[in-house]
């Protein structure tokens, strides 16, 4: 099993930046792909950003392409998604998760194996 654990959310006026950290535990070594998706309120999950196991490949939605940057440190088990230029449309928990598959990572959050809590992420106008 790998556990997942988000940091990191909060609230910031539009136009700020956050950074949002996720630590992995546990079978660590089965990780291949990571990514970050995104659910606001009266919606469904979508997809937001995600990254190679090697780093090699970062890959991001359209809406937050320019802005977001995804990144991985795996001596620290650790994934992070800064984020800059935030719009109150980037409200939403925001959840980081694992893929133990090998290839590129999915973009759909249905063939990911784990999911952290997430964490509560509030641009204000």
């Known amino acids: 099993q790998v556990q997942l654990v988000e940091s990191g959310g909060g609230l910031v006026q539009a136009g700020g930046s956050l950074r949002l950290s996720c630590a992995a535990s546990g079978r660590t070594f089965s990780i291949g792909g990571m990514g970050w998706f995104r659910q606001a309120p009266g919606k469904e999950r979508e997809f937001a950003a995600a990254?190679?196991?090697?780093?090699?490949?970062?890959y991001y939605a359209d809406s937050v392409k320019g802005r977001f940057t995804i990144s991985r440190e795996n001596a620290k088990n650790t994934v992070y998604l800064q984020m800059n230029s935030l719009k109150p449309e980037d409200t939403a928990v925001y959840y980081c998760?694992?893929?133990?598959?090998?290839?590129?990572?999915?973009?759909?959050?249905?063939?990911?194996?784990?999911w952290g809590q997430g964490t509560q992420v509030t641009v204000s106008s």
């Open positions: 998760a694992a893929y133990s598959g090998s290839g590129d990572p999915p973009l759909q959050s249905v063939a990911y194996d784990y």
């Open positions: 990254i190679s196991r090697r780093s090699t490949g970062t």
